[in-house]
């Protein structure tokens, strides 16, 4: 059995050109170990975003011929691109559907619906391995389970990550995101505590109604002394921080060192003795990193955080564990909420985009290609 739909497809050209377009494709027999689901839910996240717009100019949309969108990509952001320049790529890490087709070794999976994460998932069909599909538990519906793998796995992997650094506590920032809230709802259930960076009162109070005792708002006035004491009560040395640029990360690790020096008993020149960790996992902030280092001593560390690279490195039974707990807890812990559902084609409408591109907390936007 043969399907044809519907796939997003972005594009970047060699005069720097992005086009996003929907594209008419053709999915064939699944293979033994296979199956083919009829996609009814994918979410928009900021990883997709990356591959969808990558580092275009969104200032320059444009319409082609009333079926796509173009973009213009500044020459000085071509290089971070340059190994797609030519390529039609499709976009969506994440979703869930109906299982519509199965090869023989698959066919335990026939007309289930499954979470899914692989690619291509803006799309109204996907063929994809078995073993990269997840079952949804009974009563869970597609919105369900499209965002059971990359936050639910990301707020998993942060947790693991600090425990495997000995830290005890943990600061997040943008915390009121759908991603922020998983985290906390999760570190209540495990009893860790959690300092979350917000930048709105607004904010503060959806964290605050899901139990956050410790919300800082990085815009008021005392900002740092109440991000150092919030530290100071919760003993955090680690952060995972989704800005990226600007001088908060470097805020949050000199908050680690005041309470750590307010917690030594002679003074040392090199600072205290504390490994203060900073993960940088985003860029909602795409600008330079800045780091005042004298500020907070010698024992400190800034790197990457990736989801995929954690989840190689985790292990098989690592992984199989945390899994497990999203599906157990899928509703609960790790449910999603989403503020718009939109269809496939919507995805292109320059007004839904420039929603959905703004990355606003507190926004989520589901796409359902069924809804057209």
Same mark, same amino acid.
């Given at each position: ?62 319409? %082609? ?32 559907? /109906? ?70 506590? #943990? ?14 709802? /999760? ?9 979350? #960076? ?6 503060? @109070? ?99 955080? /990736? ?17 497990? %707990? ?39 936007? /589901?796409? @359902?290609?069924?809804?057209?």
């Amino acid at each position: 059995m043969r399907f044809t739909g519907r796939e997003l497809r972005s594009k970047i050209d060699e005069d720097g050109t992005l086009s996003l377009s929907l594209e008419q494709v053709e999915v064939g027999d699944p293979a033994d170990d296979e199956i083919v689901v009829r996609i009814e839910a994918a979410p928009i996240n900021p990883s997709d975003l990356g591959m969808l717009l990558g580092p275009a100019d969104v200032s320059t949309l444009a319409t %082609r011929n009333g079926v796509g969108l173009t973009f213009s990509v500044p020459e000085s952001r071509r290089a971070a691109v340059a190994g797609r320049i030519g390529q039609s790529e499709p976009v969506g890490n994440e979703g869930a559907g /109906l299982v519509v087709a199965t090869g023989k070794d698959a066919s335990f999976l026939d007309g289930k619906r499954v979470g899914m994460i692989g690619g291509a998932m803006y799309a109204d069909y996907r063929a994809i391995k078995a073993r990269d599909v997840i079952p949804l538990p009974d009563g869970a519906t597609s919105a369900d389970g499209a965002s059971m793998f990359v936050n639910p796995l990301t707020a998993l992997g942060f947790v693991e990550t600090a425990r495997r650094g000995g830290h005890q506590a #943990i600061v997040h920032t943008a915390a009121a995101s759908n991603l922020g809230q998983m985290l906390q709802r /999760l570190c209540l259930a495990d009893g860790i505590p959690l300092v979350n #960076i917000v930048r709105s009162q607004a904010q503060a @109070d959806i964290l605050r109604g899901i139990g956050a005792t410790h919300v800082v708002n990085s815009k008021d006035a005392d900002f740092g002394a109440r991000l150092a004491q919030a530290i100071e009560e919760t003993g955090a040395t680690v952060a995972f921080d989704a800005i990226g640029g600007g001088t908060l990360g470097s805020e949050i690790v000199q908050a680690m060192e005041r309470a750590a020096i307010n917690r030594m008993t002679e003074y040392n020149r090199y600072g205290s003795t504390v490994l203060k960790q900073l993960y940088i996992y985003g860029a909602l902030d795409p600008s330079p990193t800045m780091l005042n280092r004298m500020a907070f001593g010698f024992q400190w560390g800034v790197s990457g955080w /990736l989801l995929f690279p954690f989840l190689q490195s985790a292990g098989a039974e690592t992984v199989q564990r945390m899994r497990a %707990r999203v599906v157990e807890e899928l509703t609960t812990t790790f449910a999603s909420r989403y503020t718009r559902v939109i269809g496939l084609a919507e995805a292109l409408d320059p007004d839904v985009l420039r929603a959905y591109e703004r990355k606003a907390t507190g926004e989520k936007f /589901l796409i @359902d290609p069924t809804k057209g």
